[in-house]
């Protein structure tokens, strides 16, 4: 069946610009994660989606960062005016709530290049 | 700040037994272990979970401790697709928590 898809897989962007990273779950998946993954570090959690709702947005660096999820499936991570230290893969998971073993389905994320 | 400890790389040669191990000292009674595998430029895929009790399934074996203090991820005969950062996390099994990945263990399996 149909993963987790993301897109673009690469982008890269200017200082300054702004980009949007988008991200379409599992069909039926309740829960949505991105993460920020800088070279050679594991995923940092950026934000949570419980269907439409985020429930977490603690991990957002800062307030260049906006991501929404408006009909609860397919979300947009937003950055603005891109900065160097953006640079980064951005990593989307979605997930069952409430199953048992409720585990989390990575895309393949978008490799975010600011120059 | 990660809730786990694991060496920061390990080899393996093909075909042997790959152990990595995993401390995660201040684990909650509620909370499981969970394995995940980052292949290069992939995003990070599900292998198993437990809570105390030792488990298997097609990809690998999990062996926790008495105490659950501590875990190995056993990969009983690595190949060199296996070869990527195996990641050790702790969580609630449901409901929504916060996962924090830490570095990992690169896995080099050798030919």
């Known amino acids: 069946g149909a993963g987790v898809s993301q897109s673009p897989r690469y982008k890269v962007a200017k200082r300054g610009q702004d980009v949007a990273l988008r991200c379409d779950p599992i069909s039926g998946h309740v829960s949505l994660f991105w993460y920020q993954q800088a070279l050679g570090q594991g995923p940092e959690f950026l934000t949570y989606f419980q269907n439409e709702a985020q429930l977490d947005k603690s991990g957002l660096p800062s307030d260049r960062f906006f991501a929404e999820r408006p009909e609860g499936s397919v979300s947009t991570l937003k950055i603005q005016r891109t900065q160097q230290e953006d640079s980064a893969v951005y990593l989307c998971?979605?997930?069952?709530?409430?199953?048992?073993?409720?585990?989390?389905?990575f895309g393949p994320g978008t490799r975010l290049t600011v120059l | 700040d990660a809730k786990t400890t694991q060496p920061p790389s390990m080899d393996c040669a093909e075909g042997r037994a790959a152990n990595l191990p995993c401390n995660h000292s201040?684990?909650?009674?509620?909370?499981?272990v969970y394995w995940y595998r980052q292949i290069h430029s992939q995003g990070p895929q599900y292998i198993i979970h437990?809570?105390?009790n030792n488990e298997t399934n097609e990809m690998a074996s999990l062996i926790i401790t008495e105490d659950r203090k501590s875990s190995t991820l056993i990969l009983p005969h690595a190949t060199l697709r296996d070869t990527a950062v195996y990641y050790c996390i702790v969580r609630v099994a449901l409901g929504y928590q916060k996962v924090t990945f830490g570095i990992g263990t690169k896995l080099q399996v050798i030919p």
């Open positions: 998971a979605s997930g069952f709530l409430g199953a048992s073993t409720d585990t989390q389905y």
């Open positions: 437990g809570l105390k």
């Open positions: 201040t684990i909650s009674g509620n909370e499981y």
